[in-house]
């Protein structure tokens, strides 16, 4: 986890998305660089398939609008299936770096790394 962690602080565009107010699905798959439908794809057939990431991730109901912690969680999918071989399952691997880390993605440790990172980007 360490490494994507690092990445996501790296990246600008990624790191400034967890920052904005108000993004939507669209504008964060324009982010990333992606089709707005991979995004609605990611929380269908990952994130919903965790229990315990989805019961997080869907705590402010399901808005249009991604709150920072969802953002961050899909960023994470989005470096993993970059990482990924084309030839592998393209879902298994963050289906299964979201399992064994799911004690560590909390809402309230996202906050807290995000606020002892906040300096590096001011």
């Not at 970059?82 to 299964?96: A, C, Y």
């Given at each position: 986890?360490?490494?994507?962690?690092?990445?996501?602080?790296?990246?600008?565009?990624?790191?400034?998305?967890l920052?904005?107010?108000?993004?939507?699905?669209k504008?964060?798959?324009?982010?990333?660089?992606?089709?707005?439908?991979?995004?609605?794809?990611?929380?269908?057939?990952?994130?919903?398939?965790?229990?315990?990431?989805?019961?997080?991730?869907?705590?402010?109901?399901?808005?249009?609008?991604?709150?920072?912690?969802?953002?961050?969680?899909?960023?994470?999918?989005?470096?993993?299936?970059?990482?990924?071989?084309?030839?592998?399952?393209?879902?298994?691997?963050?289906?299964?770096?979201?399992?064994?880390?799911?004690?560590?993605?909390?809402?309230?440790?996202?906050?807290?790394?995000?606020?002892?990172?906040?300096?590096?980007?001011?």
């Amino acid at each position: 986890m360490p490494v994507i962690l690092e990445t996501i602080k790296e990246n600008s565009r990624f790191w400034q998305a967890l920052f904005d107010n108000l993004l939507s699905r669209k504008e964060l798959a324009n982010i990333l660089g992606v089709n707005r439908t991979s995004i609605w794809r990611w929380e269908r057939n990952i994130i919903d398939k965790i229990h315990p990431i989805k019961q997080r991730y869907y705590l402010n109901s399901r808005s249009p609008y991604l709150d920072a912690y969802q953002r961050f969680l899909l960023i994470i999918i989005f470096i993993i299936k970059q990482e990924i071989d084309e030839s592998l399952l393209k879902n298994s691997e963050p289906k299964r770096f979201l399992k064994l880390n799911f004690q560590e993605l909390t809402r309230e440790n996202f906050e807290l790394w995000r606020k002892e990172n906040v300096s590096i980007h001011s």
